[in-house]
């Protein structure tokens, strides 16, 4: 009985992910099926810990990511948890031999996002690192599939596209998280005097992050290649469409992909993978 267990934690994972993330599900489909569910059961994790840094504002945010940062390691440490997507966030970081350390600046970055407002730049590549980095660690962890000697060769890119879409989404989200949770994310900046050359200064440090995690992407095991290729192109789409807007424009407005330009990227992204272009 205990697989039944495990399969419906996963499936839990699972439909966590699809809703709240479709694009990302959809990348993830892209992958080999050896590597889907895993993937899935490391952003169900990541997702539920930012629904107590961001939702769950009439509760003891502090106290409940303190439960659950508690709850991760113990559920870790016996192979087994009674919530469905801390259990197969475990049974993946347990068949992978994810490093705990990873998991220690991820949870490090959600408690700067209980009580932080504004970043230097030593702070802001700390957060950056924890929330967005080692999440990508911990997906090579799984596209490895156990060859440390791959991992350490594409761990550096790996940071770097994490970082590339973290970055972009603090960009896309400006208005929420300044308006909404009085966040600053980048260094140096005022959202009330949002600037030309603030948004190029950004930017051009967003596409040396993409420039170095594509040739990363190139190196990747065929089984994940076509799945975080297609997440990279989305992104890259994203984060072009923000480079066309004008500053004012993406304080007042979330700038989003339309479907069908999503389903194209899908297209060529297929039809450059035929050709064994990527």
């Known amino acids: 009985m205990i697989e039944l267990f495990h399969t419906s934690s996963e499936s839990c994972s ?25 993937i899935y059961n490391i952003y169900g994790f990541v997702r539920l810990a930012d629904e107590i840094v961001d939702t769950f504002h009439h509760l003891d945010k ?9 709850e991760t390691y113990a559920s870790i440490e016996r192979g087994l948890s009674l919530n469905p997507i801390l259990h197969s966030f475990q049974l993946t970081v347990n068949q992978y031999n994810i ?6 600046a991820f949870f ?13 730049e030593a702070g802001y590549k700390e957060y950056i690192y924890g929330s ?9 962890y799984v596209f490895c599939e156990g060859d440390h000697s791959e991992y350490k060769k594409l761990e550096a890119p790996a940071r770097s596209l ?14 929420a998280d300044f308006n909404g949770l009085s966040r600053v994310y980048f260094p140096g900046c005022d959202f009330n005097n949002f600037t030309d050359a603030d948004k190029r200064r950004i930017e051009a440090d967003i596409q040396r992050d993409f420039d170095h995690a594509f040739t990363g992407i190139e190196a990747l095991p065929l089984k994940a290649r ?9 992104y890259l789409s994203l984060f072009r469409k923000i480079r066309r807007t004008e500053p ?31």
């Open 162 to 175: 994490g970082a590339a879409f973290q970055k972009v989404n603090f960009l896309r989200d400006i208005k």
């Open 248 to 278: 004012k424009a993406i304080l007042d407005t979330r700038i989003r992909i339309a479907n069908y330009h999503k389903a194209l990227i899908v297209l060529r992204a297929g039809v450059k993978n035929q050709l064994r272009l990527i």
């Open 132 to 140: 967005a980095e080692v999440v990508g660690l911990m997906c090579l």
């Open 108 to 120: 490090r970055s959600m408690e700067f996002d209980l009580s932080k407002r504004n970043y230097d």
């Open 14 to 38: 699972r439909q966590f992910t699809q809703r709240y993330s479709t694009s990302f599900s959809s990348a993830i489909r892209l992958l080999h099926e050896d590597l889907r569910q895993p």
């Open 62 to 70: 502090p106290t409940l990511l303190a439960n659950f940062k508690a």
């Open 226 to 234: 076509f799945g975080v290729y297609v997440a990279y192109k989305y």
């Open 99 to 104: 490093d705990h350390a990873l998991i220690e």
